[in-house]
T-cell receptor, first 114, second 111 residues
């Protein structure tokens, strides 16, 4: 059983640029959630995708967008990067929304905006 | 509303016990517990779905008091491998897909 894989592991971008982060969900999982984790803080929910549709969104502006593909992998896109977007971005996959069986997290993408 | 975790940090020696808490000002429907080691992904420990439910994972157990809107994680005879940051996450009412995590508690187990 493969876990959740994310790419790239590290990324440095300039303010104003756009970035795409990728996530492959664990085998058998049909739901993908994205979280932003600032240093020393707990993960903050960005949004979730289920069957290629957005299924819940946190308090993040529209410049944070996502996609889920038929194989349940997912992308997180962030436009017009700001310095405060610097954080660890975690992808978590689950079955049945995760409320009963928990989430499997990837190791994350460390994004630095300069 | 972000759940509040306490204490902020725990330092203990191998073999000692510890309790960490998670409380919410709003009604709790379930509580998730995760552990994250430095530079690694958060790892799922357990979910408590019903008030009063208790669960165990190796020598780590948890309780969930729905009326008090809190959950506690009990680490018994701690091992070096228990070191890490422990997060509780609570789904919002009507939005089980959205987990709100606490700030986490750093637990360090020393030889």
């Amino acid at each position: 059983e493969t876990g959740v894989t994310q790419s790239p592991t590290h990324l440095i971008k300039t303010r104003g640029q756009q970035v795409t982060l990728r996530c492959s969900s664990q085998s058998g999982h049909n739901t993908v959630s994205w979280y932003q984790q600032a240093l020393g803080q707990g993960p903050q929910f960005i949004f979730q995708y289920y069957r290629e549709e957005e299924n819940g969104r946190g308090n993040f502006p529209p410049r944070f967008s996502g996609l889920q593909f038929p194989n349940y992998s997912s992308e997180l896109n962030v436009n017009a990067l700001e310095l405060d977007d610097s954080a660890l971005y975690l992808c978590a996959s689950s079955s049945h929304g995760g409320q009963y069986y928990g989430y499997t997290f990837g190791s994350g993408t460390r994004l630095t905006v300069v | 509303q972000q759940p509040v975790q306490s204490p902020q940090a725990v330092i203990l020696r191998e073999g000692e016990d510890a309790v960490i808490n998670c409380s919410s000002s709003k009604a709790l429907y379930s509580v998730h517990w995760y552990r994250q080691k430095h530079g690694e992904a958060p790892v799922f420990l357990m979910i408590l779905l019903k008030g009063g439910e208790q669960k165990g994972h190796e020598k780590i157990s948890a309780s969930f008091n729905e009326k008090k809107q809190q959950s506690s994680l009990y680490l018994t005879a701690s091992q070096l491998s228990y070191s890490g940051t422990y997060f509780c996450g609570t789904p919002q009412a009507g939005a089980n897909s959205k987990l709100t995590f606490g700030k986490g508690i750093t637990l360090s187990v020393r030889p």
